[in-house]
């Protein structure tokens, strides 16, 4: 998928939480928002997202943070970055090692 298409697609998502929001005095948009924080997190640790290149800084907390506070941004990209590391185009780097240091 393109990334545009995930982008209209997030958004879409968010408007219609939204518009159930609206219609039925709910909090449906922090509801979803915290539930996709939550997968987004669990999810990165399950394809072990700090093993590569573009992302290895993105403890699963991160992720849950970061999502849940800038989510029309960060889930869009978490789901792009998802996406490369179950096709395999995503380069994945062994993981740091502290005897790896060189002094």
Known sequence: MHWLGVVALSLMALAA???????TGVPTGRLMVIASSGWAAF?????????HR???????????????QLWPVTFPYYLLLRRRIRRGT??????????DVVY
């Open 54 to 68: 573009d992302c290895e800084a993105y403890h699963p907390l991160i992720v849950y943070l970061l999502v849940g």
């Open 17 to 23: 939480a939204a518009a159930v929001q609206q219609l």
């Open 43 to 51: 999810d990165s640790m399950r394809l072990r997202f700090r093993h």
């Open 90 to 99: 995503l380069v994945a780097v062994p993981p740091f090692h502290p005897d």
